[in-house]
């Protein structure tokens, strides 16, 4: 299967924090399943560094290439996620999370998240 990762899921999945629950990190780690992040992921992380809204355990250079030498897939944005997202209900505001879901809806994936509010949609998704 397809998982696309949410942001806090990347970061606590390289964390390895006990926030997420062992069914996701088992998920993550069968061989079986292909774990992607879309790139918005990595500018979230970024900004909110940025403006001290977010602390990693480690930092941004370390998270890029624990990423980049691991079998994660970022996903650049593509027009048909961008085309999507017009089509999504204001059910959740943030752009970010916005973007997530229309891609996950677009490529056919499921979401690996705790956000309520993507639930909501009409997009697989567990935790």
Do not use: G
Not at 6 to 26: F, G, N, R, Y
Not at 28 to 43: T, V, Y
Request: charged fraction near 25%; proline fraction near 4%; include cysteine.
């Amino acid at each position: 299967m397809k998982y696309l990762l949410d942001t806090h899921a990347i970061i606590w999945l390289i964390e390895d924090s006990p926030k997420m629950p062992a069914k996701v990190k088992d998920i993550c780690r069968d061989p079986n399943n292909q774990i992607f992040i879309s790139s918005i992921s990595l500018w979230e992380i970024a900004i909110k560094m940025s403006l001290d809204k977010l602390s990693l355990n480690i930092e941004l250079y370390e998270l890029l290439s624990i990423i980049q030498n691991s079998d994660i897939v970022v996903l650049q944005i593509k027009d048909d996620y961008l085309e999507k997202i017009l089509s999504l209900p204001f059910v959740h505001k943030d752009p970010f999370d916005r973007l997530i879901i229309a891609t996950a809806i677009t490529e056919n994936m499921t979401i690996i998240t705790i956000d309520d509010d993507i639930q909501k949609y009409d997009v697989y998704w567990v935790w």
